[in-house]
């Protein structure tokens, strides 16, 4: 079963940046998808980003324009870098893994983000 480790969350003011970081513990070159979901308390967990193997994207409407999700196959890694930042997009993101279409995803262990004044 495949490791994802995130960073990059943390405490920013409204309007600000930050770039999550998602390292997988093997390869990511045949992976079928990847990307981020976020959940808050009380509520289901949604997708905001993904990126196939192919390097086609796909954003939640809330976050386009504004998130930017990509891949670097040499470093195993997927990023999702979000600008302009507003107070509902506090919660926990978590990284995911498809390793084929029809698969059960594999999950990291979430990281915070947190937006406010």
């Known amino acids: 079963q495949v490791q994802l480790v995130e960073s990059g969350g943390g405490l920013v003011q409204p309007g600000g940046s930050l770039r999550l970081s998602c390292a997988a513990s093997?390869?990511?070159?045949?992976?079928?998808?990847m990307g981020w979901y976020r959940q808050v308390p009380g509520k289901q967990r949604d997708l905001v980003a993904s990126?196939?193997?192919?390097?086609?994207?796909n954003y939640a409407d809330s976050v386009k324009g504004r998130f930017t999700i990509s891949r670097d196959g040499a470093k195993d890694t997927v990023y999702l870098q979000m600008n302009s930042l507003k107070p509902e997009d506090t919660a926990v993101y978590y990284c995911?893994?498809?390793?084929?279409?029809?698969?059960?995803?594999?999950w990291g262990q979430g990281t915070q983000v947190t937006v406010s004044s």
């Open positions: 093997r390869s990511i070159f045949r992976v079928y998808s």
């Open positions: 990126i196939t193997s192919g390097g086609s994207t």
């Open positions: 995911y893994q498809l390793l084929r279409a029809y698969s059960d995803p594999d």
